[in-house]
């Protein structure tokens, strides 16, 4: 496969629940990223990481924190989730940023809040 | 890369016929503009890139275009066929980091 897996692929929530999505790579890149996708906004990026324990914010952040103490995980936290956060979520890995061969993406996870 | 622009937000074209969409970007900065396609359900997938030093790029039955000066670049897609229907996103970056994505075109190929 494309050497990127996101777990889980669909998860329902009740607001105010702290929810963690976790993307697993297997391809030692050093870049991850988390975006979120909705209709009519296209793929924003939430945060991304360069590298273990280092992280930054994207466009989207607030809501939202991450965590990567090992370079195969990339862990997304909602810490306490709402309904504007209903959203399918996208994880990226990238080998040397945009120098490399782009971006490839997880299968996606599914996230509905109740 | 700050802010992407991407039209038109749908397009139906004729299988045989040719779909060009356009981004056009903010940050003259901007280095490197990659176009994605999304089938129904799926994950976005790289198909073609474009870096600011080059003004076209081929690959088959796709084409980049870019221009600098204006700041806009574009995918053409020549005698389309069923399965190239899909959402196609654009995206542009600064430097060797991250991208910023545009809106998205729903592309349907009407056979």
């Known amino acids: 496969d494309a050497g990127i897996t996101q777990s889980p692929r669909h998860k329902v929530t009740e607001t105010g629940t702290p929810v963690t999505l976790r993307c697993h790579q297997t391809?030692?890149?050093?870049?991850m990223y988390w975006y979120r996708q909705d209709p009519g906004h296209g793929l924003r990026l939430i945060h991304y990481?360069?590298?273990?324990?280092?992280?930054d914010k994207g466009e989207v952040s607030d809501g939202y924190s991450v965590s990567r103490s090992k370079t195969e995980d990339f862990l997304l936290t909602l810490e306490s989730a709402t309904s504007s956060q209903t959203s399918v979520y996208f994880c990226?890995?990238?080998?040397?940023?945009?120098?490399?061969?782009?971006?490839?993406f997880g299968s996606g996870t599914r996230l509905t809040v109740v | 890369g700050e802010n992407v622009e991407q039209h038109p937000s749908t397009l139906s074209v004729q299988e045989g016929d040719s779909a060009v969409i356009k981004c056009t970007y903010s940050?003259?900065?901007?280095?490197?503009f990659p176009w994605y396609k999304q089938e129904l359900g799926k994950r976005p997938q790289l198909i073609i890139d474009i870096r600011s030093n080059v003004g076209e790029k081929k690959d088959q039955r796709i084409a980049v275009t870019l221009n600098k000066t204006a700041k806009h670049f574009s995918l053409h897609i020549t005698e389309t066929q069923p399965e190239d229907s899909a959402v196609y996103f654009c995206?542009?970056?600064?430097?060797?980091?991250?991208?910023?994505f545009g809106t998205g075109t729903r592309l349907t190929i009407i056979p």
């Open positions: 995206a542009e970056a600064f430097g060797n980091e991250k991208l910023t």
């Open positions: 990226a890995i990238s080998e040397s940023g945009t120098e490399g061969a782009g971006y490839t």
């Open positions: 940050d003259s900065a901007s280095n490197y």
């Open positions: 990481s360069y590298g273990v324990k280092d992280t």
């Open positions: 391809e030692n890149h050093r870049y």
